[in-house]
């Protein structure tokens, strides 16, 4: 009987969700494709965040950092050794982010609560300032210099090569959106399977009670040095789509701004429940598409909405859709023997 329920409630979520992945390309607009598209690689790089924030219980402000080096780092291949190909400018980006993640956290990791976000800004701000200054480029000679007065630390990737194959213009972006589809699902996959995993019970077990993580035996600094080492991949590999999504990549991916915008999305969709940060991280980006019809006051308008949405939604939405007794269900049935 159990088994029936379960099965009946994976169809009742899967099937409208697999028709919906199948179908979007033709049933938006090329425009909403894209803010669709925009929206999945956010809600990969928030659910990377949560690893450390929600699961392990540390406050980064310095995430943006891995984002930005997913995109910066293939767009320096691009440039600079001519490569054309999505598959390796994707690699290169994720190895990029993975590699200062595990660099950084191995320092970060030290101290803990309100010195660990401090030292994550302090490390996300200096790996800005190279951008912004131009230190960076300046390590590719005359020609990066070249690169960065022109763009002032922005940098532009045209349409690479997917499989091998060179997409027309209007062909590209529902081609690309099924690689994006494809890279959050099998995220979804891998932190779902982190975050049950014995691993994920004693980063939440480090979160709950460090000094009690401690004498049960947990490796508590490793372990947490570890968190922040995944959740650089993840970050890395949305930052990687990003940039080839948008085209255009900005220091302003590397401001502890964007940081804070992941963490509110991460909060305003629940940090403790799995699906909390990919509701967050959707609904933030269609707050600020609807902030974006004010060309004055676009701050003051997603401020305002933003506070809408935390009154009508006090436990984040994850925790008040909860709350409702034919969701909750649902959701009980979809944990049940779901892996």
Partial sequence: MHDARVVAARILVLVPAGAWVLLAPAALSPYLLIIWCYALIFSIACLGLNLVFGTTGLLSLGHAAYFGAGAYAGAFLYRFADIHSFEVYFLVG???STLLAAGIGFLCVRATKIHFAILTLAFGQIFHSLFI???IFRLFGPLGWAL???????????RLTILG????????????????????????????????????????AIRDNQTRAVYIGIPVRQYRWYAFTISGVFLGLAGALYGQLDRQITPEQLDWLFSAELVLATVL???????????GAFVFIGLDEIA????????????????????????????????????RKVGLLMKRKWL
């Fill in 269 to 279: 969709g629940g940090t403790r429940d799995f699906i909390g940060p990919v509701l």
């Fill in 292 to 327: 974006g019809r004010w060309a004055i006051g676009h701050n003051i308008m997603m401020g305002l909405l933003l506070m809408l949405v935390v009154f009508v939604f006090p436990r984040g939405l994850a925790g008040t859709l909860d709350l409702v007794p034919g969701i």
């Fill in 94 to 96: 994720i190895l990029t």
């Fill in 148 to 158: 960065y007065l022109v763009g002032e630390g922005s940098m532009y990737i045209p």
């Fill in 165 to 204: 194959i060179e997409f027309e213009p209007e062909e590209f972006i529902p081609a690309f959106y099924y690689v994006i589809v494809f890279a959050f699902c099998a995220s979804v996959f891998l932190l779902w399977r982190i975050n049950h995993s014995p691993f994920g019970k004693a980063l939440r």
């Fill in 133 to 135: 200054d131009g230190a």
